[in-house]
């Protein structure tokens, strides 16, 4: 059973910085596309970011230019920095990663538990 394990969150303050990992047994994370999503409560979950097994990455707008999605196919992990923080970026953050299994096209999406990131203002 392939799992994705999120770690890295916390609570800081305003402006301050925090790096998740997100790392999985077996090889799912060098050979997909990985992804990064948060909750806050009360709102829908949201992409905020991808990355490519050629490492081309994604990120919503509101992320641009503060946050930067990583991976280390050598430690079979993604990370993802998370600077200049503010309270709207509180949430829980998920990794996830949707593989295809067969020619169809058919696809297994795997996620992690989340981890809690809270920004104080």
């Known amino acids: 059973q392939v799992q994705l394990v999120e770690s890295g969150g916390g609570l800081v303050q305003t402006g301050e910085s925090l790096r998740l990992s997100c790392s999985a047994s077996?090889?799912?994370?060098?050979?997909?596309?990985v992804d990064w999503y948060r909750q806050a409560p009360g709102k829908e979950r949201e992409l905020v970011a991808s990355i490519t097994t050629q490492s081309r990455t994604n990120y919503l707008d509101s992320v641009m230019g503060r946050f930067a999605i990583s991976r280390d196919n050598g430690n079979n992990a993604v990370y993802l920095q998370m600077n200049s923080l503010t309270p709207e970026d509180t949430a829980v953050y998920y990794c996830?990663?949707?593989?295809?299994?067969?020619?169809?096209?058919?696809?297994?999406?795997?996620w992690g538990k989340g981890t809690q990131v809270t920004v104080s203002s």
């Open positions: 996830h990663s949707r593989v295809v299994v067969n020619v169809e096209g058919a696809a297994v999406h795997y």
């Open positions: 077996g090889s799912i994370l060098r050979r997909n596309t």
